[in-house]
């Protein structure tokens, strides 16, 4: 293994005030005579000058009595938020000038996988580092960087990371990765989005062979989820098409039926769901709207089996369901005459919904921006207090008089308070 030491790397990339409690996290080590390392992402991300605030350690021991020896030695500034004992991690909070710094510790372990897809065992706590990193996914998240004083900076690279990252390949670690865990094929694929990177062709036929394989029947859908939305989440055309068109959606479901035209169907998505962007409020979401437009086709029983499958939250189903009913019922907008009609169309669905709409229904464009840019925050002033008021008795009507009203608003045959009350009177 090359001597490489990223000491610029580091000091530039890496914010003071975490460097202020790795420091301190360095010296508490140093004092244990534990060897206690970066881990992961982070190191990658140092390395290729990407911020990354999710910091990562790992220590060759045991985490959680290294945590708590952090709170005897700084208890004014440390806090233990949890811990996980099967795992021996805990997560733990320095309080740096103002600033909270929120730590992942780690201890060095050991696993395997009794069986495909399932869950991995813990076999050993505390191992050698080797033992840790020889069970990730990719050669570029397999780098660790120490933090003890005597090798602070030096980059722990068994399994040629290092030059991986700079040519641009992820390569996995062993032949069986896949196998044992297939979440990993999505997570190489928003790594080669994200990044622009290639699997190498050993991996490239790993990959295939597992998908292959059809053996995901122990795998977890709140796994797949995850990797899921950090791949769609990014917002790429690129990672729609090639989770068709490399088959990646069997670890989603197999009777997904991979739409002909993906490619202009992906690009269309990428465009629509940027120019859109300023209605989207979280942007969590935007990973729905790929799914949705995946399976906007489908019957209903079909999205409800893959939600139940990927353990959808009810709203993350509902967005689903309603992009395909939307869909299926586009003729009543292609035929809408009213700008009413186009209300009602749009008006119970998540915007979510209405941009896979979008996506599949690029010709009705001018009726969606009608509704986004126009109708859909059109409010009437009066409530059922005025309608009291003017002497009618509550009751149904009152709804029925209140969506006469929203309907002539909408359609701007009136536009005052005044005139709705008018508007009203012709009810009594
Ligand atoms: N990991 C793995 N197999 C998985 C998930 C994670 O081997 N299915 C390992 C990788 O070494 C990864 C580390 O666990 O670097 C931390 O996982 P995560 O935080 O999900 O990954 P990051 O590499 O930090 O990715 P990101 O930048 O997207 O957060």
């Given at each position: 293994?090359?001597?490489?030491?990223?000491?610029?790397?580091?000091?530039?990339?890496?914010p003071g005030e975490i460097k202020k409690a790795l420091a301190f996290c360095s010296k508490a080590a140093d004092e244990l005579g534990l060897p206690i390392f970066l881990i992961g992402g982070i190191v990658r991300d140092i390395i290729i000058n990407k911020k990354n605030f999710d910091v990562d350690i790992t220590v060759q021991g045991n985490a959680i009595e290294f945590a708590q020896s952090l709170q005897n030695k700084y208890p004014e500034i440390f806090k233990l938020k949890e811990t996980h004992d099967s795992?021996?991690?805990?997560?733990?909070v320095f309080n740096i000038d103002g600033k909270c710094v929120d730590l992942d510790l780690a201890s060095t372990r050991k696993e395997s996988y009794p069986y495909p897809s399932g869950l991995p065992v813990v076999e050993k706590i505390g191992c050698e580092l080797y033992e840790d990193v020889i069970r990730r996914d990719f050669s570029i998240n397999s780098m660790a960087l120490s933090l003890n004083k005597d090798s602070f900076y030096r980059l722990v690279d068994y399994l040629n990371g290092y030059d991986d990252l700079q040519e641009g390949v992820l390569e996995i670690l062993h032949e069986k990765s896949f196998i044992d865990d297939p979440t990993r094929i999505i997570r190489?694929?928003?790594?080669?989005?994200?990044?622009?990177?290639?699997p190498g062709e050993k991996t490239q036929k790993l990959m295939r062979e597992c998908l292959e394989s059809g053996q995901f029947d122990n795998l977890a859908g709140e796994r797949v989820k995850l990797e899921l939305k950090q791949a769609f989440n990014l917002n790429r055309a690129e990672c729609l098409a090639r989770f068709i068109n490399e088959k990646i959606y069997r670890l989603v479901d197999t009777g997904i039926s991979a739409l002909e035209n993906i490619d202009e169907i992906a690009f269309d998505a990428q465009k629509t769901i940027s120019e859109y962007s300023k209605f989207i409020q979280n942007n969590d979401n935007i990973w729905l709207i790929y799914l949705g437009t995946l399976l906007s086709g489908c019957i209903p029983e079909k999205i409800n089996h893959i939600a139940q499958k990927?353990?959808?939250?009810?709203?993350?189903k509902s967005v689903l369901l309603y992009a395909q009913a939307l869909c299926e019922k586009q003729g009543f907008l292609r035929n809408s005459k009213s700008r009413f009609e186009v209300y009602e169309f749009?008006?119970?669905?998540?915007?979510?919904?209405?941009?896979?709409?979008?996506?599949?229904?690029?010709?009705?464009?001018?009726k969606v921006d009608l509704f986004l840019n126009g109708l859909k925050d059109i409010?009437?002033?009066?409530?059922?207090?005025?309608?009291i008021q003017m002497g009618l008795k509550p009751g149904p009507l009152f709804s029925e008089v209140l969506r006469e009203v929203l309907k002539a608003r909408v359609n701007g045959e009136i536009t005052s308070y005044e005139q709705e009350i008018e508007l009203v009177k012709k009810f009594n």
């Open positions: 293994m090359k001597n490489r030491f990223l000491r610029e790397e580091f000091e530039k990339n890496i795992f021996k991690t805990a997560k733990v190489g694929l928003k790594f080669s989005v994200r990044f622009g990177y290639k990927l353990y959808l939250s009810g709203n993350e749009f008006e119970k669905a998540q915007i979510e919904s209405i941009i896979v709409f979008l996506i599949k229904n690029k010709d009705l464009k001018d409010k009437i002033s009066i409530d059922g207090n005025n309608l």
